[in-house]
């Protein structure tokens, strides 16, 4: 692909075929990761006309994609702006969306050239990295924000207006599971080990891949419903529910002082491993400061570093106790 | 948006949930806060707008970026455990969102 903002004015349609399906399919597990690129530049859809409303996004596939097939049956111009790859919340995070760019691509492409109205309409959460005012003054034209999501657009041109919930960021059952399959391909390596495992070591096999996918699917899925509201808390909790089923299973059926060492470990062990895992999923929501996180780092590190000594320690006695009692 | 390892300081006791400061005084009412803030953090007012909801800010920076009266202040930055966690290991080179990180 030629690099750089397009001089020619390109043009896009809101259908998705099967390529861009296959596509977002790969984003989605994380294939290819930096592979998912759009050619910087100005695009019409439609039949825009030079008094056409201008909408800014990222050059990420799925940006774009998720832009274009909200306008279905309208005549826009798209300017997508450089990110290099990456989404318009990411990139507003690492200034790529940002005032800078923006201002540079309405140059490199000719914008004030090529349209008569002088307003940019932006994706909401562009805004943490560019700055409307700047933006004026720099190139002249007027940012607008639209709302969060693409699919408020039609509303949005149509009325010029937002309202408080096409302001709001969700963070639904949806939004939560798509981010399983890339946790996947994360630990694709430990994934396969736990599956073989699963197959060749009796109930600890089982169990640690149990443990595997609670922490990818059902952490993801029970996070509103999980107590507390730091998420170290969250994972701890789902690890100790999780726990309790195999831990009652031998409880019961297995016998020797031995199970019950066991049993402490498992809990330990499980509780600090889901804990961290739920640590980690801070990055993932909508909704963490980092003066929150930093926070939580300091609350909670010590207390599943313990945990996890603990449990290695009770390991060593359940081990022990089992050898002595055979 | 920095992450730096010098981020894994301790939060100080008693202090507030986040870094945001309103400074109403400044405030010349344009509205540019109540529309970029993704959890609705601040809501409209008389005169200047009001700050009803500061718990819920996660300290992106989006008010900050466009309060043309500068009446906001936030210290902005990635709320990523993974991402602060992997900048006190490596250091320097930690500052970046990985590879497989955020897209």
């Not at chain 1, 259908?15 to 050619?39: C, F, P, T, W, Y």
């Not at chain 1, 940012?143 to 039609?154: K, M, N, S, T």
Request: with cysteine; proline share 5%; charged share 20%.
């Amino acid at each position: 692909m030629e690099e750089g903002y397009a001089k020619e004015t390109l043009t896009t349609v809101p259908q998705l075929g099967s390529k861009e399906r296959n596509d977002h399919l790969k984003a989605r597990i994380g294939l290819d990761r930096m592979g998912h690129r759009v050619r910087p530049g100005l695009y019409a859809i439609g039949a825009p006309e030079r008094t056409s409303p201008v909408l800014v996004t990222a050059n990420y596939t799925l940006s774009f994609d998720a832009l274009r097939s909200s306008l279905t049956g309208r005549s826009v111009w798209i300017l997508v702006l450089d990110t290099k790859g990456i989404n318009v919340w990411c990139a507003a995070g690492k200034r790529t969306f940002g005032t800078e760019e923006l201002v540079k691509a309405v140059q490199a492409t000719g914008l004030a050239s090529k349209v008569e109205g002088r307003t940019l309409i932006l994706p909401q959460l562009g805004a943490p990295g560019v700055s409307a005012h700047a933006v004026k003054k720099d190139c002249g034209f007027k940012v607008e924000y639209g709302p969060v999501r693409a699919e408020d657009l039609p509303a949005y041109l149509d009325t010029g207006e937002c309202t408080e919930e096409m302001r709001t960021v969700r963070f639904t059952l949806k939004d939560r599971l798509v981010l399983a399959p890339v946790e996947i391909r994360n630990y694709r390596w430990w994934m396969l080990l736990m599956i073989l495992a699963a197959v060749f070591v009796p109930f600890y096999g089982p169990l640690v891949l149990a443990m595997t996918l609670g922490g990818i699917f059902l952490f993801p899925a029970l996070l509103p419903y999980l107590p507390g509201k730091d998420l170290s808390l969250k994972g701890i909790v789902l690890g100790v529910l999780l726990v309790t089923p195999f831990a009652l299973y031998q409880l019961l059926f297995w016998h020797g002082t031995f199970v019950f060492a066991a049993v402490v470990a498992e809990y330990l062990l499980i509780a600090a491993w889901l804990g961290y895992l739920g640590l980690n999923f801070t990055g993932s929501t909508t909704f963490t400061s980092r003066t929150g996180v930093r926070r939580e780092i300091f609350t909670y590190i010590l207390p599943m570093a313990v945990m996890a000594i603990l449990g290695g320690i009770a390991v060593v006695s359940s081990l022990v106790l089992y050898a002595g009692w055979l | 948006m920095e992450i730096g390892m010098l981020d894994l300081q301790p939060p100080e006791k008693g202090k507030a949930l986040n870094t945001l400061v309103f400074h109403p005084g400044r405030c010349i009412n344009c509205g540019m806060c109540l529309k970029v803030c993704p959890h609705r953090v601040f809501a409209p007012g008389e005169r200047r707008v009001r700050l009803v909801k500061a718990e819920a800010c996660m300290e992106c920076g989006a008010c900050q970026m466009n309060c043309p009266a500068e009446a906001i202040k936030v210290d902005s930055g990635v709320g990523c455990a993974a991402a602060m966690i992997r900048a006190a290991l490596k250091g320097k080179d930690g500052e970046e969102c990985g590879e497989e990180c955020c897209r």
